[in-house]
C-alpha cells in the first residue's frame, strides 16, 4: 500500500499571500496524483489530478506540480472561500486508492 | 448536470447490518467506475470500495473485505454497498464518488453530499 504523508498539518496564511502545501508518497506514483478541498459539512471537490491538470471549474490560482514521490499544491493569492482542508491522493497503484491525511488552511 | 445523491444511512447496533444507495443523474452511469469513500468523525478521507461501469469488476479495502459488498444497478442508475458485521470503527460520512473512465484507478471527479453511518449500541 502506498502511504501519502501531507504536510504542514496546519498552514496559517493571510488572505492575498501564497500557500505552499505539501505531499509526499512512500513509493513512486509517476504523475497519477490528486487534490481536493472540502470544505466544513461538504462532500470534497476535486481540483487537480494528473499532478498538474486543473479539473473543470477550478481557478488558475491553483497548480499542482511534482511527479515521482514529492508533489506541491500552490494557491497563489488565498482568497476567503480557500480556506479548508486540502488531501492528495494517488492512483497509481491500487487497490487501495490512498490520501494523504490532510492540510487545513486556516486564517492567519 | 452531474449529481450522486446517497441515502441509507443511520444509528446501527454492533454487527448490524445496513445499505446505502447512491442515485446518479446527468451521465451515462454505466460508463463509469464508482467508489465509495468514507470519512470518520474528525478524520481524513478513506477508500472503501470501488466497481467497474458494468459491475463485472469489484475492489475493496482490507478494513471491509469480506463484510461490505458493492453493487450497481444501471438500469436504475444507482450504487449500492451492503454494509454487514458493523464495528464502531465503520462510523463515518460516507460518499459515492465518480470516476472518470469506465473502469482503473483514477481521480474521483463528481462527489455526493455522503450520508451519516453510527455504529453504536
Known amino acids: 500500500e502506498i502511504v501519502m504523508t501531507q504536510s504542514p498539518a496546519t498552514l496559517s496564511v493571510s488572505p492575498g499571500e501564497r500557500a505552499t502545501l505539501s505531499c509526499r508518497a512512500s513509493?513512486?506514483?509517476?504523475?497519477?496524483l490528486a487534490w481536493y478541498q472540502q470544505k466544513p459539512g461538504q462532500a470534497p471537490r476535486l481540483l487537480i489530478y494528473?499532478?498538474?491538470i486543473r479539473a473543470t471549474g477550478i481557478p488558475a490560482r491553483f497548480s499542482g506540480s511534482g511527479s515521482g514521490t514529492e508533489f506541491t499544491l500552490t494557491i497563489s493569492i488565498l482568497q476567503s472561500e480557500d480556506f479548508a482542508v486540502y488531501y492528495c491522493?494517488?492512483?497509481?497503484?491500487?487497490?487501495?486508492?490512498?490520501f494523504g491525511g490532510g492540510t487545513k488552511v486556516e486564517i492567519k | 448536470e452531474v449529481q450522486l445523491v446517497e441515502s441509507g444511512g443511520g444509528l446501527v447496533q454492533p454487527g448490524g447490518s445496513l445499505r446505502l444507495s447512491c442515485a446518479a443523474s446527468?451521465?451515462?452511469?454505466?460508463?463509469?467506475?464508482m467508489s465509495w469513500v468514507r470519512q470518520a468523525p474528525g478524520k481524513g478521507l478513506e477508500w472503501v470500495s470501488a466497481?467497474?461501469?458494468?459491475?463485472?469488476?469489484?475492489y475493496y479495502a482490507d478494513s471491509v473485505k469480506g463484510r461490505f459488498t458493492i453493487s450497481r444497478d444501471n438500469s436504475k442508475n444507482t450504487l449500492y454497498l451492503q454494509m454487514n458485521s458493523l464495528r464502531a470503527e465503520d462510523t463515518a460520512v460516507y460518499y459515492c464518488?465518480?470516476?472518470?473512465?469506465?473502469?482503473?484507478?483514477?481521480?474521483?471527479?463528481?462527489w455526493g453530499k455522503g450520508t451519516t453511518v453510527t455504529v453504536s449500541s
Open positions: 494528473g499532478a498538474s
Open positions: 466497481i467497474s461501469g458494468s459491475g463485472g469488476s469489484t
Open positions: 513509493q513512486s506514483v509517476s504523475s497519477n
Open positions: 464518488a465518480k470516476a472518470p473512465y469506465v473502469w482503473g484507478s483514477y481521480q474521483l471527479d463528481v
Open positions: 446527468g451521465f451515462t452511469f454505466s460508463s463509469y467506475a
Open positions: 491522493q494517488q492512483y497509481n497503484n491500487w487497490p487501495p486508492l490512498t
